[in-house]
C-alpha cells in the first residue's frame, strides 16, 4: 500500500485548506489513519488520527477546534480539514497508516510524499 498526501499549497494565516490522503490499496477496518507535519531540523509532530472503523478522531493541543480529519471509505481517501490556518501551521503534512491507535510516528507506515503548506501572515 502506497499512500499519497496532496492539497497543499500557499495561503495567508485564517485561511482554510483541505488535505487528502489517497491509498492505492484497501485499508483495513481496524487500522488508524494518521497526519503528522514535519519543519526542516524538527522531528515528524503528530497532527491527528482517525480509526478506519468508526471514524473516531484524535487531535494534537496545537490543532484542536481547527483541524478536523474525516475519511471516505469508498475512496479510500483520508481528509484533513485545516481552518484558521497561523503561521506555525508552515510544514510539510504526511499521512501514515498504523495497525492501531498511536499518536507515535514509529507506529505509522506507508509513509508517502508530503504536501507542503505555507501559511504567510
Known amino acids: 500500500v502506497q499512500l499519497q498526501a496532496s492539497g497543499g499549497g500557499l495561503v495567508q494565516a485564517g485561511d482554510s485548506l483541505r488535505l487528502s490522503c489517497s491509498s492505492s490499496?484497501?485499508?483495513?477496518?481496524?487500522?488508524?489513519m494518521g497526519w503528522f507535519r514535519q519543519v526542516p531540523g524538527k522531528e515528524r509532530e503528530f497532527v491527528g488520527n482517525?480509526?478506519?472503523?468508526?471514524?473516531?478522531?484524535a487531535y494534537a493541543d496545537s490543532v484542536k477546534g481547527r483541524f478536523t480529519i474525516s475519511r471516505d471509505k469508498a475512496k479510500n481517501t483520508v481528509y484533513l480539514q485545516m481552518n484558521n490556518l497561523k503561521p506555525e501551521d508552515t510544514a510539510v503534512y504526511y499521512c501514515?497508516?498504523?495497525?492501531?491507535?498511536?499518536?507515535?510516528?514509529?507506529?505509522?507506515?506507508?509513509w508517502g510524499q508530503g504536501t507542503l503548506v505555507t501559511v504567510s501572515s
Open positions: 501514515g497508516e498504523a495497525n492501531g491507535l498511536s499518536n507515535v510516528e514509529r507506529e505509522y507506515y506507508s
Open positions: 482517525i480509526r478506519w472503523s468508526n471514524a473516531n478522531t
Open positions: 490499496g484497501r485499508i483495513f477496518s481496524s487500522h488508524v
